[in-house]
């Protein structure tokens, strides 16, 4: 597929093939099983997948990085998606795309895909989970792109944690798939169609009602203004770096493509040094 070079993103050191990066990732390819429309907003890939090491693909909250155009003589445009299950027995994952107005990589993708489709994926790249060691309660904040992970979270949580979980979507059934896990809480914030995704104030009001803000755990992704600005309320209560899991996965009115641009840069500047990927921070690029 062509038409889509401005949306690559360059690594002419190959930062990104290197061991550093790619940990025990591999790149192979997934044939989609069905698309499905489990909920209004929700566009549910099924893809088989052969890794070779299906156990990798057995913990909660994977990410995936799909490519999702290719263009002539430049890389492939890819996009990070969750893996929301993996099913060891038909070794199929399942990807939930929230479906969005935009004319973007990730939405023609999902425009002409359909069962036989094969498409070239980097992956499992794990992701945050809840501190369930540090023996305080959890509070999760989602956006409807982090339901999959919650969703993959809660099936794996582990007891005796306990949590609250705060999700913003417009798509009530999107929510009512999350499971119920004793001891955790969940609640809504049904967005307005008329409201813009990524600039309402509902998941940070939640944190700032939260009772004792400096004595929980916080785990939360959604974009990446929203996100860093959770992550400042909580600072602000002097909670530390290690108390927070907090991640931006997508920027209102930005491409993912500029994100990956700011990503790179600042990778590079950490490899220079001779670090690594846990060097990495993601909310604090300018961008
Ligand atoms: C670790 C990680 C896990 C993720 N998991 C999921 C997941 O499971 N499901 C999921 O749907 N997304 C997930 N995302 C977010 C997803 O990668 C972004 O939404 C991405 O921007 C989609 O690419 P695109 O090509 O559609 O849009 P882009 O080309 O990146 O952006 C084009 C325009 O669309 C807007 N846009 C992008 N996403 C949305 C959105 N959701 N709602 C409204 N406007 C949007 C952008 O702000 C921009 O203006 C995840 C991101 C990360 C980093």
């Given at each position: 597929?062509?038409?889509s070079?401005?949306?690559?993103v360059?690594?002419?050191?190959?930062l990104?093939?290197?061991?550093?990066?790619?940990?025990?990732?591999e790149?192979?390819?997934?044939e989609?099983?069905s698309?499905?429309r489990?909920?209004?907003?929700?566009?549910?890939?099924?893809?088989?997948?052969a890794?070779?090491?299906?156990?990798?693909?057995?913990?909660?909250?994977?990410?995936?990085?799909?490519?999702?155009?290719?263009?002539?003589?430049?890389?492939?445009?890819?996009r990070?998606?969750?893996?929301?299950?993996?099913?060891p027995?038909?070794?199929t994952?399942?990807?939930?795309?929230?479906?969005?107005?935009?004319?973007?990589?990730?939405?023609?993708?999902?425009?002409?895909?359909g069962?036989?489709?094969?498409?070239?994926?980097?992956?499992?790249?794990?992701?945050?989970?809840?501190?369930?060691?540090?023996?305080?309660?959890?509070?999760?904040?989602?956006?409807?792109?982090a339901?999959?992970?919650?969703?993959?979270?809660?099936?794996?949580?582990?007891?005796?944690?306990?949590?609250?979980?705060?999700?913003?979507?417009?798509?009530?059934?999107?929510?009512?798939?999350?499971?119920?896990?004793?001891?955790?809480?969940?609640?809504?914030?049904?967005?307005?169609?008329?409201?813009?995704?990524?600039?309402?104030?509902?998941?940070?009001?939640?944190?700032?009602?939260?009772?004792?803000?400096?004595?929980?755990?916080?785990?939360?992704?959604?974009?990446?203004e929203?996100?860093?600005?959770?992550?400042?309320?909580?600072?602000?209560?002097?909670?530390?770096?290690?108390?927070m899991?907090?991640?931006?996965?997508?920027?209102?009115?930005?491409?993912?493509?500029?994100?990956?641009?700011?990503?790179?840069g600042?990778?590079?500047?950490?490899?220079?040094?001779?670090?690594g990927?846990?060097?990495?921070?993601?909310?604090d690029?300018?961008?």
């Amino acid at each position: 597929m062509g038409g889509s070079r401005g949306e690559s993103v360059e690594d002419r050191q190959g930062l990104l093939a290197q061991d550093d990066h790619m940990r025990d990732m591999e790149r192979i390819q997934m044939e989609v099983v069905s698309i499905t429309r489990p909920t209004p907003t929700v566009a549910r890939v099924t893809a088989r997948i052969a890794p070779t090491n299906p156990d990798a693909w057995c913990r909660p909250n994977l990410a995936m990085r799909i490519e999702v155009e290719t263009p002539e003589d430049a890389r492939p445009v890819s996009r990070v998606y969750t893996v929301r299950s993996f099913d060891p027995e038909r070794s199929t994952i399942e990807i939930d795309f929230v479906v969005h107005p935009d004319d973007s990589p990730a939405m023609r993708w999902l425009a002409q895909a359909g069962p036989g489709t094969k498409t070239w994926f980097v992956g499992p790249r794990p992701h945050f989970l809840p501190d369930y060691e540090c023996g305080r309660k959890i509070a999760i904040f989602a956006d409807e792109t982090a339901i999959p992970a919650v969703y993959a979270i809660l099936n794996a949580w582990e007891q005796p944690a306990r949590g609250v979980v705060y999700v913003e979507t417009t798509d009530r059934a999107a929510f009512e798939e999350l499971p119920q896990v004793p001891g955790v809480e969940n609640h809504l914030f049904l967005r307005g169609e008329d409201e813009q995704p990524g600039k309402t104030p509902y998941l940070l009001d939640a944190a700032q009602a939260l009772p004792e803000p400096g004595a929980w755990s916080i785990w939360a992704a959604g974009e990446r203004e929203v996100a860093r600005a959770i992550r400042k309320y909580f600072e602000g209560h002097g909670l530390g770096r290690d108390e927070m899991r907090v991640f931006g996965y997508w920027r209102h009115g930005v491409s993912s493509s500029q994100i990956d641009r700011a990503r790179l840069g600042h990778y590079s500047g950490i490899r220079a040094r001779g670090e690594g990927l846990e060097r990495f921070e993601d909310l604090d690029l300018p961008v």
